[in-house]
């Protein structure tokens, strides 16, 4: 069981920071100047995110199965790619609102000053949209744990699928079951107290948004769809 | 097998999809306001076994709960179909973030409107029902309208205890005919063609509703 909980931590570990590199990548995208890159960014994230996650695994497990054997990857990295495509499409529009909430009057005070898009992005929005972030991606990681269960569907040895076999050798599912529970529980909510201590000490995102601050504190660990 | 009959094969998954949708749905909304309403309740005892509740339903991924729910329970003889099982285990997770929602929604409504409810003689359910309520509406339907929408995509999770929902349907398929690229293509389109729309209209729903309140 220890083994098979590493298993999950390293899938949770890699397809996080590949969702969080990806969602800052789409959400930049999603607001840049061209229109056409803007549209790309925009589909992407409405068909990743109209797509059960389970949908997707199963598509890329079978679909780049093939392939995958060929360049020697296994089960658990086409269970990242998927993991990945489908939490970075919902990371990345909490990431966007984040770039957004940076004032427009910041914008235009880099734009009188000369600055390209590029350089404005880079000095002025993004350092400030960091820490606000940073709640909401500890969130985006909750789910990923916790979706990271799923990938015992598409034979990935981690925690869920070491409980299944376990279940099928002792006939005892309810305690098993129970079990894998709290270990979930275990990684997950010391990741809610971070993050809800992190939420607490930096202004969050929600602050700069007018309209949502008044419906109280909605920075839960979920994707809204 | 020609494109039409697998896509209205696999369409025919729909009505259960939208069985456990709905059934998952009623059950988290209920269990969502009870949640949220006792964690507003000053009665004493009440705060710590809700909190933990809460904390439990949301750090259990759904695979795991839909797993205690099936096959767990009917090891100890309490038999719960597919249907009921997929039904009870996406409700309760779904529960958890719906509490949130209330709370929030409710939280919109300002303390002073309640005291005032109270001291011209309304009692504290006559209040919930007349003055919070009606007012915490507007905020917390979109969001319980887009939480349907999470549930019509976690229902694939049913498929894994045998609900013969779209995705049970397309793996079914692609085991007699072996075409598996396009069937879970075909899955995946059906997925986008009714959640895209869907989400559009619950955010145009919502501006709308915003607009109104705000005026």
Known sequence: MAGALVVTLILSAVTAILSVLLATFIAIAAIFPNRVVRFCARSYVDIFRSIPLLVLLIFVYYVLGTWAKDVGLNSFWLAVIALTLNEAAYLSETYRGGLLAISQAQRDAGMSLGLPWHAIMRHIVIPQAVLPATPSTLNAVIGIVKDSSLASLITVGEVTLIANNIVYATFKPLQVYLALGVVYAAVVIPLTVVSHAIERRVPSAHDFLGELSQSGPMTIARKSP | MTVETTVSYLL????????????????????????????????????????????????????????????????????????????????????????????????????????????????????????????????????????????????????????????????????????????????????????????????????????????
């Open chain 2, 12 to 215: 025919g998954g729909l009505v259960l999809t939208l069985q456990v949708a709905a059934g998952a749905w009623a059950v988290a909304v209920v269990f969502g306001l009870i949640l949220a309403l006792g964690r507003e309740t000053k009665a004493p005892g009440t705060r710590w076994p809700i909190l933990v509740t809460v904390t439990a339903m949301r750090s259990a991924p759904q695979l795991v709960v839909l797993y205690i729910f099936y096959f767990g329970l009917s090891s100890v003889g309490i038999n719960l179909s597919p249907l009921v099982a997929a039904v009870l285990a996406l409700g309760i997770t779904e529960a958890a973030y719906d509490s949130e929602y209330f709370r929030a929604g409710l939280l919109t409504v300002p303390q002073a409107q309640r005291d005032a409810a109270q001291s011209i003689g309304l009692s504290q359910f006559a209040t919930f029902r007349l003055i919070t309520l009606p007012q915490a509406i507007p905020y917390v339907f979109p969001p319980l309208l887009n939480s349907f929408v999470g549930l019509l995509k976690a229902a694939t999770l049913a498929s894994a205890v045998g609900v013969d929902e779209i995705l049970y349907r397309g793996q079914n398929l692609f085991q007699i005919t072996g075409q598996v690229n396009e069937i879970v293509l075909i899955v995946m389109a059906i997925y986008v063609i009714f959640t895209i729309p869907l989400t559009k209209a619950i955010a145009i729903y919502e501006r709308h509703l915003r607009a109104r309140v705000m005026a």
